[in-house]
């Protein structure tokens, strides 16, 4: 059963100011007990138990079994770090279908580096949508550029090519950008022109 005295501590320090990373090393200071100060953090958050459970168990390992001490404010910060503290957003049908167009994305730049994709999935959790698209849009694929005769290292970058890709990334996230665009504008004026429309 999760400690109620902790959460309190937790929702205590929260309300104070403190970080997530710097209730937990408070509470894992005083307590001794990493694993329960950890879930009181994320219950003290409004995280659901379940999703805290599922959390803690994948970084239980190697973060929590056999910590070391005066290690608190470390653990802390990664534990922020992973993801263990973010608070999880339900996320509307327009939302799913623009994370859906994400992942398409993705697959269509070949693939992201790992740290960017840890990254997005924090984003996606929290309903953070914009700057996961404003992240994507400025990533290069991680396959090789293959170049075409006409278009050699040294020459001229072909139109909407964004600085450090290939092209692709934006390309790939055209539809997203009207989706997008169509949901926060009243109007949707045509942003690029391309010789379709969108």
């Known amino acids: ?23 937990y090393a408070l509470l894992a200071h005083r ?5 329960p100060s950890a879930r009181a953090v994320c219950l003290a958050l409004d995280i659901p138990l379940a999703e805290t459970t599922r959390r803690l168990d994948d970084c239980y390992d190697a973060l929590l ?11 802390g910060e990664v534990l922020e770090a992973l993801g263990i503290f973010d608070i999880p957003k339900q996320l509307d049908d327009r939302e799913l279908a623009i994370v859906d167009l994400f992942l398409i994305a993705i697959d269509a730049m070949g693939g992201i580096r790992a740290g960017h994709q840890h990254g ?16 994507l849009t400025a990533a290069s694929p ?8 006409d278009h050699t290292p040294n020459s001229p970058s072909p139109p909407c090519t964004p600085p450090g890709g290939d092209g692709r990334s ?15 504008l ?13």
């Not at 307590?31 to 694993?35: A, I, V």
């Not at 959790?125 to 914009?130: A, D, F, I, S, V």
């Not at 934006?170 to 926060?184: D, E, F, H, N, S």
């Open 65 to 75: 079994a056999n910590p070391r001490p005066n290690t608190e404010a470390d653990t």
């Open 120 to 135: 997005l999935e924090r984003w996606f959790t929290t309903g953070n949508l914009t700057t996961a698209y404003l992240s």
């Open 1 to 23: 059963m999760p400690s109620i005295r902790l959460t309190m501590l937790a929702k205590h320090a929260l309300a104070r100011g403190s970080t997530p990373a710097e209730t």
């Open 31 to 35: 307590s001794r007990k990493p694993l």
């Open 170 to 184: 934006i390309r790939a996230l055209l539809p997203v950008l009207w989706v997008y665009a169509g949901t926060r």
């Open 142 to 149: 991680l396959s090789p550029v293959r170049r075409t005769p």
């Open 186 to 198: 009243r109007a949707r004026p045509p942003l690029f022109r391309y010789g379709h429309g969108p």
